[in-house]
């Protein structure tokens, strides 16, 4: 385990929470960090979420498949951010979503067995149970009936970057809008129309 690795597991860990050297540490030694290729499913359909998983490069997305079989895309992941089935995971059953790497990229691997491990060595690391609730900042963001426009401000103010990982038609179906309703937006948005 080197300090590298150390620093890189408590970088990841500050938004979920406070934790000694001590206690990275012990994190660090049971994650697993693995290469992924571009298009490697992380969690199949049907499958039964066990991980939860960490960016440490690359861009991944989960997927749904309607009845022409065409991709729905439910959410876009960027590096640094932490990401599951949450459905899947909380209740341990099959998943509706596939989760799979959109690039090449590096993952840190999170079990639910390694999180029972680590709660049951300190309960400090009950903090890894607000990992749950940002999967549900999606939800809520949609709950809120934003327009077209408000929806593609807060991608522009909160997650630039899925702009340089992702293609536009991705960023439309993410934000539940037509390619063409979010061209229109973009270019009110750069002739200052809002």
Same mark, same amino acid.
């Given at each position: ?8 597991? +408590? ?5 979920? #929470? ?10 660090? &030694? ?8 571009? *298009? ?5 359909? #049907? ?10 490069? #690359? ?9 022409? %079989?065409?991709?729905?895309?439910? *959410?876009? &992941? ?12 909380? @209740? ?20 639910? %067995?390694?999180? &029972? $491990? ?17 999967? @549900? ?6 709950? %809120? ?18 702009? &340089? ?6 960023? +439309?179906?993410?934000?539940?809008? @037509? ?7 973009? $270019?009110?948005?750069?002739? #200052?129309?809002?």
């Amino acid at each position: 385990m080197t300090e590298a690795w150390i620093a890189t597991v +408590a970088q990841m860990l500050t938004p979920i #929470g406070t934790f000694s050297e001590e206690q990275v540490r012990l994190f660090a &030694h049971r994650v697993r960090r693995r290469s992924v290729e571009k *298009d490697a499913v992380l969690l199949a359909a #049907g499958a039964v979420c066990q991980t939860v998983y960490c960016s440490l490069g #690359g861009a991944f997305y989960q997927v749904s498949y309607n009845d022409e %079989q065409e991709p729905v895309i439910i *959410d876009l &992941h960027l590096p640094g951010q932490w990401f599951f089935n949450h459905q899947s995971f909380v @209740t341990q059953t099959p998943s509706a979503y596939t989760i799979q790497a959109y690039s090449d990229g590096i993952v840190l691997e999170l079990t639910i %067995q390694v999180i &029972h $491990e680590l709660i049951a060595m300190s309960p400090v690391f009950l903090q890894l149970g607000s990992l749950l609730n940002q999967a @549900t900042d999606r939800i809520r963001f949609f709950d %809120q009936n934003l327009t077209p426009a408000q929806k593609y401000q807060y991608v522009l103010d909160f997650q630039p970057q899925l702009l &340089h990982l992702f293609p536009l038609k991705m960023i +439309a179906a993410y934000l539940k809008m @037509t390619p063409e309703t979010l061209s229109r937006v973009r $270019e009110r948005l750069a002739r #200052g129309i809002s």
